[in-house]
C-alpha cells in the first residue's frame, strides 16, 4: 500500500499555559488519520505525522477551532509564521502590560495609603475595571470558550480569582451595610484584581521574551540563507532572482564574500568556500569543477558558476533547520509525566481552592467568609502550572539549539535522555577513528635519489588500485613519461617499460618472482613499516628496488583526543573494523583505545552491540551511517558521522555534521547539562507549587498569623515562570568542549599557506615548522593550511613566518 505520511509543524494559536498544550495534544491525536502530535507549548508549535489520505491541514485546524485553539495553515514556512505570530501577540503583550501597570499603580497606592479618602473605592474600582475586562479580557475570553467544552486551563484560574475578587469588592462597595450590620468591615480587592492582571501580564511578557532567545539557534539557521541569487540565462545574461524561483538544472553565480544560495555542483571556476556552518571546520574547502557546495556556506575570495540541484526544502540547510524544529518540538520521556499532571492540574487546584474556602468559613464563623475568599482568590492565582508546562519545553529548545550550533544535530529529546546513560561508546575505524582513505606516510628512496619519481608517477597513474592513487596523491605533480608494455598485475602490483627498461611497482611477492634485491636501508624501512600495520609497496627496475613506500589509513587529528575524553567521562570506548588483526590494533593503539575487534562483518558490530547491551549496558555508536546502519539502528543511541550526507542524518538520532570525533563526548555533555537543566527546571516547579498552594490556603495563619497577599501570589507566580525560561537559557552559555588544564597540554593554532604549488612545496613547510623545536606541524596541500601545535613554548606568528619564508616564497596567515 502507497504510503501517504506527511509530517509537518504548525503554528498554534490560543496556547496560554501547559494545559491548554496538553489539551492541543489530546485533541490532535484524535484526529482521524492522526499517528503522531507533538506539542511544543515554549515555542507554541505542534508537529503533526498523519496520513495524507485520511486527513488534512484543513481538518486538524477544525478540530482545533473546536477544541478553542487555532492552528495555523498555509502555504508559508512554518517557523517564518510562527515567528511572525509570536512577534505580533508580542506588541499586543507590550502595549497591554504597559496600560496595566500604568493603571494599576494608582490603585496600589490609594490601596495602601488612601483608604481613608472620600470616594477611594470609587476611584480604584474606576481604574481597575478597564485593567481587568479590558487589558485582561483574553483570560475570560480564553476560560468561557473552555468551560464550554468542559475543559479548564490556567486563563480559569486568573479569570476565577481577579473575577471573584473585583465582584465581591463590586458587591462590599455598593451594599457596606450588609457586613457593617454584622460588625465586618467591607473590605474592597480592586487593587489585588488588577495589580494580578498587571503581574500575569507582565510574566507572560517577559516570559515571552525570555522564549524567544531559545528559538535564537533556528533563527540563526534561517538567516544563513540569501533571499536572491544571481541566475544565469541561457543567453549568458545575469539576473537577480529570489531563491524561491531557482530550480533544479539552473545556472547560478557564486560572487567572493557571498552565501551559496542552493545546493549544487561546481561548473566552472574555483574558490574556497567558508563550510563552518556544516563542519565546525575553520579552514575553507577548496572547491573546483564538480565539487559539491552547500546552501549557507560563504565563498571566499574566488568566483565560481555552479549548477543549482536541490533548492527549497530539500537542500541541505533546510533538512537542518527541519531537524532541529522537529528535535525541539519533540517530547522527553519525562515529559510524558508532566503532561498527565498539566492536564489534570487546574480542576485540582479549583478542588483545593473550593475546600480551602469552606475549611475557613467553617473554623472561623467571624471571619471566615472574607479569610476564606481571600485563600480562594490566592490559590487560584499562585498555583499557575505555566512554570511545570516549560521546564522541560525551553531546556529542550536551549539545548538542542545549542547542539545544532556546535554542529551536532539532535533528532529528539529522547536521544538526550539516552545519551545521558551511555557507558561504553563502540567507533567503526574506516571514516570515523581514521581518514577513511589510504595516504602515503613514508617514502623512503635507495640513496635518497628520487631522479625516478616521475616514472613512478606514471606507472601509478595507469593504475587503478586505491593505493596507486594515494601515491600519486602524494607525488603531486610530475613529468609526463611515456610507458610502454604497462600490464596490472592482479593481487600483485603493476609493470611497464621506460626508455627500454622494465619496472615494477608492487609487493614483495612481485620483486621476489623477478629476482628483485633490496639493499639493508629499504629492507630495514619496509620492515618498520610493516611493523606498524602499514601497507608496503615496492618500487624497482629490473635488478633492484628503488624505494619503499608505506600506505594508512591515517588516524584523524583529534581521535586519540575524543577517545580520551570519552574514557575521563568514565564511557569504555570500543573499535571495530573489518581489517586484519595488526592493522586494527596499531590504529587501536595510537587512538588509545584498549578494547578492539578485527576482522568483524556489518551484521556481526550489531551482534556485538547486543552482547554488549545483555550486560547491562547503554551503547552508543558511532559510524558513517551507510555500511553501519544495523549497528547504528541496534545502538540503545546511533551517532552518525555525517560531513553533510542526507543518508547518515536519516540513519541515526544524532549526527555529528563534521565527522570530528571529539563531538562525541561533547554531545554527551550537552546531554547531561540539558537533562540536570530539566530536572532542576522541575524540581523548582513542583517545590514552588507544593509550597506556593498550601500557603495560598492559609497554612501559616494558625502559626504566624499571616495570609499571603494575592498580589504577591500573582507576583510569585509570574517570577516561578520566568525563572524556568532564565535556567534553561543558561544552556547557552555552556561550554560543551572541556577546558584544558594541564600545562603540558599542546596548543594549537591553524594558518592559511601562500604560495605553494606542489606536494613538495608541502613538504618544505612542513619541514620548516616542524625543525622548530616543541613544534608538531601537519601542513596541506588541499586547502593550503598548516595546523602547528606547540609543547612548551608558542611562538609568535612572525617566528613561524620566518621559519617558513627560509624554506621558500611561503606565507602564513592565521585563521
Known amino acids: 500500500m502507497e504510503n501517504h505520511s506527511i509530517k509537518q509543524t504548525f503554528p498554534v494559536a490560543g496556547m496560554s499555559c501547559a494545559a491548554c498544550a496538553a489539551k492541543v495534544d489530546k485533541v490532535l491525536n484524535r484526529v482521524p488519520g492522526v499517528s503522531r502530535a507533538a506539542v511544543n507549548f515554549a515555542a507554541a508549535t505542534v508537529l503533526v505525522e498523519y496520513d495524507a489520505a485520511q486527513c488534512s491541514p484543513a481538518a486538524l485546524r477544525e478540530a482545533m477551532r473546536q477544541a478553542g485553539y487555532d492552528l495555523i495553515v498555509g502555504a508559508g514556512d512554518a517557523a517564518r509564521e510562527a515567528e511572525k505570530a509570536a512577534g505580533e501577540r508580542y506588541r499586543t503583550l507590550k502595549r497591554r502590560t504597559a496600560w496595566a501597570i500604568a493603571l494599576s499603580v494608582p490603585v496600589v497606592v490609594v490601596g495602601m495609603f488612601g483608604m481613608g479618602m472620600p470616594y477611594a473605592d470609587e476611584f480604584m474600582w474606576l481604574l481597575s475595571t478597564p485593567v481587568v475586562f479590558v487589558l485582561g479580557r483574553d483570560f475570560f475570553i480564553n476560560a468561557w ?15 476565577g480569582s481577579t473575577g471573584v475578587a473585583y465582584l465581591f469588592s463590586v458587591a462590599n462597595m455598593l451594599f457596606p451595610g450588609f457586613w457593617e450590620t454584622r460588625g465586618i468591615h467591607p473590605h474592597v480587592y480592586f ?10 501580564l507582565l510574566g507572560r511578557l517577559l516570559e515571552a521574551r525570555a522564549r524567544d532567545h531559545t528559538s535564537e539557534a533556528i533563527r540563526k539557521l534561517m538567516g544563513l540563507q540569501p533571499a536572491t541569487v544571481v541566475r544565469i540565462g541561457a543567453d549568458g545574461q545575469q539576473h537577480e532572482t529570489a531563491v524561491g524561483e531557482i530550480r533544479p538544472g539552473d545556472l547560478l553565480l557564486a560572487r567572493p564574500g557571498e552565501r551559496i544560495a542552493v545546493d549544487g555542483t561546481v561548473a566552472e571556476g574555483s574558490s574556497y568556500v567558508d563550510e563552518s556552518m ?4 575553520p579552514v575553507p574547502a577548496a572547491k573546483g569543477p564538480g565539487d559539491a557546495v552547500f546552501a549557507g556556506t ?13 533548492v527549497g526544502g530539500e537542500t541541505l540547510l533546510a533538512q537542518i533547520i527541519r531537524l532541529v524544529q522537529e528535535a525541539q518540538g519533540s517530547k522527553a520521556p519525562v515529559q510524558k509525566l508532566v503532561d498527565r499532571i498539566a492536564g489534570i492540574f487546574v480542576p485540582v487546584i479549583i478542588g483545593i481552592a473550593l475546600v480551602a474556602f469552606a475549611t475557613w468559613m467553617l473554623f472561623d464563623p467571624e471571619n471566615g467568609f472574607s479569610h476564606g475568599l481571600l485563600a480562594l482568590v490566592t490559590v487560584l492565582i499562585i498555583a499557575c502550572p505555566c512554570a511545570l508546562g516549560l521546564a522541560t519545553p525551553t531546556a529542550i529548545m536551549a539545548g538542542i539549539g545549542k547542539g545544532a550550533e556546535n554542529g551536532i544535530l539532535i533528532k529528539d529529546a529522547e536521544s538526550l535522555e539516552t545519551a545521558v546513560k551511555v557507558d561504553v561508546v563502540v567507533l567503526d575505524k574506516t571514516g570515523t577513528l581514521t581518514e577513511g582513505r589510504p595516504e602515503v606516510t613514508d617514502l623512503v628512496w635507495a640513496g635518497d635519489d628520487d631522479s625516478h ?18 601515491v600519486t596523491a602524494h607525488l603531486g605533480a610530475c613529468a609526463p613519461v611515456a610507458v610502454e608494455g604497462f600490464e596490472s598485475i592482479t593481487g600483485k602490483g603493476v609493470s611497464g617499460t621506460v ?41 624497482a627496475d629490473g635488478e633492484r628496488v628503488l624505494a619503499v ?127 540536570r537543566t530539566i530536572r532542576q527546571n522541575l524540581f523548582w516547579a513542583f517545590i514552588y507549587n507544593l509550597i506556593g498552594v498550601p500557603v495560598a490556603a492559609g497554612a501559616l495563619y494558625p502559626l504566624l498569623g499571616v495570609q499571603l497577599d494575592p498580589m504577591i501570589a500573582g507576583a510569585a507566580m509570574a517570577m516561578s515562570s520566568v525563572s524556568v525560561v532564565a535556567n534553561s537559557l543558561r544552556l547557552k552559555r555552556a561550554k560543551l568542549h572541556k577546558e584544558k588544564t594541564n600545562k603540558k597540554q599542546r596548543i594549537m593554532k591553524k594558518y592559511q599557506v601562500e604560495g605553494m604549488m606542489c606536494n613538495h612545496c608541502r613538504m618544505h613547510v612542513e619541514k620548516a615548522l616542524n625543525s622548530l623545536e616543541g613544534v608538531s606541524a601537519s601542513v596541506t596541500l588541499d586547502p593550503p593550511a598548516a595546523e602547528v601545535r606547540f609543547t612548551g613554548r608558542t611562538y609568535s606568528d612572525e617566528e613561524l613566518q620566518r621559519a617558513v619564508a627560509e624554506a621558500g616564497d611561503y606565507r602564513l596567515r592565521a585563521l
Open 453 to 470: 619519481r616521475n616514472i613512478l608517477c606514471a606507472l601509478e597513474k595507469r593504475s587503478e588500485h586505491p593505493l596507486a592513487e594515494a
Open 145 to 159: 470558550r473552555q468551560l464550554r467544552r468542559g475543559s479548564a486551563n490556567m486563563d480559569m484560574l486568573v479569570a
Open 499 to 539: 626508455g627500454g627498461v622494465s619496472y615494477y611497482v608492487g609487493n614483495e611477492t612481485l620483486m621476489h618472482e623477478h629476482g628483485i634485491a633490496i639493499d639493508d636501508k629499504l629492507r630495514t624501512a619496509a620492515e618498520q613499516m610493516d611493523g606498524e600495520a602499514k601497507t608496503v609497496i615496492r618500487f
Open 278 to 281: 556544516l563542519t565546525g571546520e
Open 549 to 675: 613506500a608505506g600506505i594508512t589509513d591515517r588516524l584523524k587529528e583529534h581521535s586519540a583526543e575524543a577517545v580520551r575524553e570519552l574514557r575521563e567521562q568514565g564511557i569504555a570506548v570500543w573499535m571495530l573494523t573489518g581489517d586484519g588483526e595488526a592493522a586494527a590494533r596499531e590504529t587501536a593503539r595510537r587512538a588509545g583505545i584498549d578494547n578492539s575487534r578485527a576482522g568483524v562483518l556489518p551484521h556481526q558490530k550489531a551482534e556485538f552491540i547486543e552482547a554488549l547491551q545483555a550486560e547491562g549496558h547503554t551503547v552508543a555508536m558511532a559510524g558513517d551511517g551507510i555500511n553501519d546502519s544495523a549497528a547504528l539502528a541496534r545502538a540503545d543511541l546511533g551517532i552518525a558521522m555525517g560531513r553533510g550526507s542526507d543518508i547518515a542524518m536519516e540513519a541515526a538520532p544524532v549526527t555529528i555534521i563534521s565527522s570530528e570525533l571529539t563531538k562525541i563526548a561533547e554531545a554527551i555533555r550537552l546531554s547531561r547539562l540539558t537533562v
Open 298 to 310: 560563504v565563498n571566499q575570495r574566488g568566483s565560481f558558476r555552479f549548477t543549482a540541484a536541490k
Open 191 to 200: 487593587e489585588a484584581a488588577s495589580v494580578i492582571i498587571a503581574f500575569i
